[in-house]
């Protein structure tokens, strides 16, 4: 008999159960815990109603009904099952406490509501939780119903012991049941027809954060936990009441029900809870394994051993420095303990890029305490805080873990507050795998990998961050987004030049995918247009990285290598109408008063001069920013090696090349006579503070006149504390530009930026016999962007195939 004809019969047995039941659930004033407590109340006094009256009628004794599960933990939705153990001491007859199982299983079947049965012992309890890890996680929601209430403690006394004893061993096993769950039914907060229950960062995955919390191995953090699980539940309600089904999937075609009967403004809106929700059932998740795994590690190692390793002293966990004010402790990324998040506006960023590099979590405390204490970034941000933010872009896959903790205390909004409007929005598109926000962090994934395609990575990263940032607006999300991207870049201190381009790629993101599937592109009026839209081979060069990120961003179905054969083909011959006279040569720039008074010293001493100074000595461009880093000047006669000594002195010494420029210069004769190399370089400390202006001249002189062995210090130094393992960098590209100059062979190198990356080009470019003529070095986030003017012995260009072989040869020592 269905529950609907006996709430219109009222007619359920002695306890009115069904007619009751079916009163409660249609109560509007009455939602959410106060009627799942009360649903469970009601079934409570049904079920102990029918185990009184069949423990009595058979003489059974020492007997117990016990709700475990969700019903253990009074969570009933209006279709949700009971999970029952009817618990007994062994003495009474078999025969006896079936009858008593019978005559509540049956009633409960009759009802037509779902029901998961057991008839154990307490011996028999333990022994299947032992061996079946589900039964275990239900019984430690074991709660009594009716009976011996002392069997029922007992019991429960015995599991908890048993579960906090065996936990090093079970709580491995069930973190890989929630990953191959998890690998199964997908994400919950990204899913379009998401199951509320088994998805990651669903009900299940809230109940085995209480098995963790059980085990006092770690504890879940709590803020929002309990908000989203009642949130995870009235939405099981909801779909429970609407669909008059026991289903956790929220299906399409119910989700405006759904909404509705939350008093929600439609689906979109119901989606973003939902999926706001399990962002923080998500991300508690990560916290509390990661936090697992530290304590089980920790364990590992024998206690003896640790005293006899620290001669009887407390042990304290390693520090090692990471950046200026972060450090990795425990495998996770902390604040150092002189670090002031008041003090330093940069610091929020330092520490996610630092620890997105290195491929590392970062601490869930220090996340809190920079959301607690760190002070806003000027508008616009320093040039520092806008490479951090680069450099966190850039790190590939370790980007999201990272990103993901920072927004799960809010400092993302606060950074960029545009955020807040794509943030858990869902998107209708079954091309789409994200939500909106997480899109855009996957483009800067991908566009990541293609960093070596670009001579402005930055500029890439930040557009692929920002593409979709429109959607979060009514019309055209390009059009929308075209304007908050040009907020957005000059809020994060891009000059206006760049605030344009990134404004222009969030403008046309989609115009080279559909220019090349949707137009004739033997049309000559397609290829102009789109050359008008783009404006220069720059920002082809970025756009068309920026669709293929933006694509593979998307789905599997957005991406094929024939919708890449057209884009390719079409910005083939955008480039071609875009193609005008080579630029000017770099090296034309008259040298600066500060330059020239350093070159008649060092022709006067025939040695390095060196200057540092805290400020640019030259103007900055109109609505510029300060750059990174201290101006670094040197001067010395034009010699071989100075480029691989002076980058090997400064790796030496800790120093970040950001930017550099070399060239020769050609002093009037009344000066002097000969040719001077001037070095104009951008550095900073990796940490701690800057080298004394004399000792880098000194260890100069000495890597020049060859005492100072700059290959064997850096490798000695790489082997005394090797780098840890972090993102997996795309590998280095060494490229030609034919059109480059006139006067020099232009050599074009993009590379991960790392400790003397700098001066092993210099020396691949010393073995290859050819001048370099000038230099112009540019590090953009974590990413290397390096232009070479190099001559042959004689000043004159090098021939193509010899281009060629110097190319090849310069990019197999990079990679080797």
Known sequence: MSLDVIGESEDSGPSGYAAARLRLLDEKARSGPPRRAALAKLTDDWLAALFATAALETGVRGAALVAVGGYGRGELSPRSDLDLLLLHDGNADPAAVATVADRIWYPIWDLGLALDHSVRTPAEARRTAGEDLKVQLGLLD?????????????????????????????????????????????????????????????LRDVTALRAVAASWLADAPREGLAEARRTLLDVRDALHRTTGRATDRLALQEQDQVAAELGLLDADALLRQVYEAARTVSYATDVTWREVGRVLRSRAVRPRLRAMLSGGRSVQPERTPLAEGVVVQDGEVVLARTARPDRDPVLTLRAAAAAAQSGLPVSRHAVRRLAQAAGPLPVPWPAEAR?????????????????????????????????????????????????????????????????????????????????????????DHSVAGETIARDVAARIGFDRAD???????????????????????????????????????????????????????????????????????????????????????????????????LAVEALRTREPVLALHAQATTPQEEGGTEPVGVELLIALPDQPGVLPAVAGVLALHRLTVRAADLRAIELPTELGDGSVLVLDWRVAAEYGSLPQATRLRADLVRALDGSLDIRSRLAEREAAYPRRRGVTAPPPRVTLAPAGSRRATVIEVRAQDAPGLLHRIGRALETAAVRVRSAHVSTLGANAVDAFYVTDPKGLPLPPSEAAQVAQALESALRA
């Open 142 to 202: 074991a709660r009594a119903v009716a009976g011996d209430l002392g069997l029922v403690a007992s019991l429960r006394t015995a599991v908890l012991a048993d579960w906090r004893n065996q936990a090093p061993r079970r709580l491995p096993e069930l973190d890989e049941l929630c990953r191959e769950r998890a690998a199964r039914q997908g994400e919950l907060q990204y899913l379009l027809e998401p199951d509320l229950k088994e998805a990651r960062g669903g």
């Open 499 to 597: 605030v344009e381009v990134v404004a222009t790629l969030v403008r046309h993101h989609l115009l080279l995918v559909e220019t090349a599937t949707r137009r004739d592109l033997d049309d000559p009026a397609t290829v102009a247009s789109v050359a008008s839209l783009v404006g220069s081979a720059g920002t082809l060069e970025l756009l068309h990285a920026l669709t293929e990120a933006d694509a593979l961003a998307t789905g599997p179905a957005a991406w094929s290598s024939w919708r890449g054969s057209l884009v390719a083909d079409l910005v083939r011959r955008v480039t071609a109408v875009l193609a005008g006279d080579p630029p000017p040569e770099p090296d034309d720039a008259a040298p600066t008063a500060e330059q020239e008074r």
């Open 387 to 475: 490479e951090e933010l680069v450099t966190l872009l850039g790190a590939g896959e370790s980007t999201v873990p990272v990103w993901e903790a920072l927004e799960a205390e809010g400092l993302i909004t606060r950074l960029i507050p545009d955020w807040e409007r794509v943030r858990c929005r869902p998107q209708r598109n079954a091309v789409h795998t994200w939500t909106v926000d997480r899109h855009l962090v996957e483009t800067a994934v991908k566009a990541s990998a293609l960093t070596r395609r670009v001579g402005r990575p930055d500029l890439l990263l930040a557009a692929a961050l920002l593409h979709d940032i429109g959607k979060g607006w009514p019309g």
